[in-house]
């Protein structure tokens, strides 16, 4: 079983900033990646970035690119999201999510599936 917890989340104006962490722990667990995403109030669960584990590799929704960057610290078992250039349309729940059954590509990364461990979410508000 792993743990995720998440923090960070908050308050901010339009163009501010914000970092998300999430740490993962628990027992004799490999993580091959982790992903943020966030629900939007009224829609559904949507993508916004995620990393390897080994070779940080990364993927970003183009909704952030130029404006977020995901970043891991592998000896913490962390994973972060610096958010700059906050919009209204960045206001959601975010949630991170730990890949700990495999790796199956890039084009993996983006998809709830790949996924197998979830955050309790933090929320992010973002006002004009």
């Known amino acids: 079983q792993v743990q995720l917890v998440e923090s960070g989340g908050g308050l901010v104006q339009t163009g501010g900033s914000l970092r998300l962490s999430c740490a993962a722990s628990?027992?004799?667990?490999?993580?091959?990646?982790m992903g943020w995403f966030r629900q939007p109030p009224g829609k559904d669960r949507e993508f916004v970035a995620a990393?390897?584990?080994?070779?940080?590799?990364?993927s970003n929704a183009d909704s952030v690119k130029g404006r977020f960057t995901i970043s891991r610290d592998n000896a913490k078992n962390t994973v972060y999201l610096q958010m700059n250039s906050l919009r209204a349309d960045d206001t959601a729940v975010y949630y991170c999510?730990?890949?700990?059954?495999?790796?199956?590509?890039?084009?993996?990364?983006?998809?709830?599936?790949?996924?197998?461990?979830w955050g309790q979410g933090t929320q992010v508000t973002v006002s004009s």
């Open positions: 999510a730990a890949a700990t059954t495999g790796f199956y590509g890039l084009g993996s990364l983006p998809s709830r599936s790949n996924y197998d461990y």
């Open positions: 628990g027992r004799a667990f490999t993580i091959y990646s």
């Open positions: 990393i390897t584990w080994n070779s940080g590799r990364t």
